[in-house]
């Protein structure tokens, strides 16, 4: 491991000389590449010389314990300093840990009613509204891509875009299938029902990451409409994007203009065809070893949402929270919190091994 920080901190001490060189400057696009690199290295560099320092200070410590008049001060010096080194340590390690390339990116998060009908719909709005209330607290723009509304304001599906920083590392473990339990507004006999819809969240990317043949894509445009069918457009302004060669298709239709529903609808086919090729990359490197977390598959039930109960259990990291309006609210970073803490805990074992 100190083989590897000294190597991170020389990195560090050449990257510090070639940003201040004005030919360097001069290259805005070569300057921002190597500050962005300095900058991702910086706060491990910065841990190793606090590690560095309390090194220097135990034996300093040890050396003036050899003095009668300063060994006890000496003493408490060195003890402090042999205490702090192992949680430094422990810290070094998590910041060794690689980071995901995708977490400072925007994402487009795609929620969609599975079993359970209107009450599905309307539990896929429920979600909806938690991201939203999220994003607001968060500081992040939405952007609605896409949307099918049902007559009682539930979504058959809904897409949208999340702008922010750190919007990925935030909200990546949000894909997968969400449960919900509670007796519906449609019930009269008040009997509590099952309800299932999927949460899909996906890097926003860039042309140059991803590369679509423009002939492989077909085009159509229609009308965009609202609840129950009804135009709210008269003119063909949607647009649906046909990938030939993987079948997928988009749709953007809330945007008046056909060119920006487009555009939104590239951005959208971007990330899914990325998000392909992400998983099969990491189903590569890990050999499909599944983390405590969870892979992110659309399939695998996440998290169930008991009405009845109060409670939110996530069944990835066996945690429960039982403040369910707030949750519902928008106030979900204390699972976040721990989904991180739980996925950098299985990324370091798996680092160790």
């Known amino acids: ?171 990546k473990f949000e894909s997968g299938v969400h449960r919900v339990q509670r007796v519906p507004d449609t019930e009269s006999s008040g009997r509590i029902h099952t309800s299932t819809a999927t949460v899909a969240v996906l890097p926003v990317v860039e042309d140059v990451e991803i590369e679509i043949n423009p002939a492989d894509i077909k085009m159509e445009v229609f009308r965009a409409s609202g609840a129950g069918g009804q135009h709210i457009n008269k003119t063909s302004s949607a647009v649906r994007l046909i990938h030939e060669p993987t079948g997928i298709v988009v749709e953007c239709q809330t945007e008046r203009s056909q060119l920006q529903n487009r555009e939104y609808a590239m951005k959208m086919l971007r990330s899914r065809l990325y998000n392909i090729e992400k998983e099969k990359q990491d189903a590569e490197i890990s050999n499909a070893r599944k983390t405590q977390v969870g892979s992110g598959d659309r399939s695998e039930k996440i998290r169930t949402y008991n009405y009845p109960q109060g409670r939110i259990t996530d069944h990835r990291i066996g945690m429960s929270v039982f403040q369910m309006e707030n949750f519902l609210n928008g106030d979900i970073d204390e699972m976040v919190d721990n989904l991180i803490a739980a996925d950098r805990a299985e990324r370091l074992k798996g680092e160790e091994e």
């Open 1 to 171: 491991m100190f083989d590897k920080l000294e190597a991170v901190e020389k990195r560090y001490e050449e990257l510090t000389k070639q940003i201040s060189d004005p030919e360097i400057i001069a290259n805005q696009a070569e300057w921002q590449k190597l500050i962005k690199e300095h900058s991702s290295i910086e706060e491990v560099v910065l841990k190793y010389r606090e590690y560095k320092k309390e090194m220097q200070r135990m034996e300093d410590a040890k050396e003036m314990m050899e003095d009668k008049e300063l060994k006890e001060l000496a003493e408490i010096d060195f003890h402090e300093a042999k205490e702090n080194l192992p949680k430094i340590e422990e810290e070094l390690k998590a910041l060794l840990i690689p980071k995901d390339p995708n977490d400072d990116k925007n994402i487009i998060c795609e929620i969609r009613a599975g079993a359970g009908g209107e009450e599905a719909a309307l539990f896929a709005g429920t979600l909806f509204r938690m991201y939203s209330m999220y994003a607001e607290r968060k500081h992040w723009k939405i952007d609605v891509l896409n949307e099918n509304e049902t007559e009682l304001g539930g979504y058959k599906e809904i897409s949208f875009m999340v702008t922010g920083k750190g919007a990925y590392s935030r909200l």
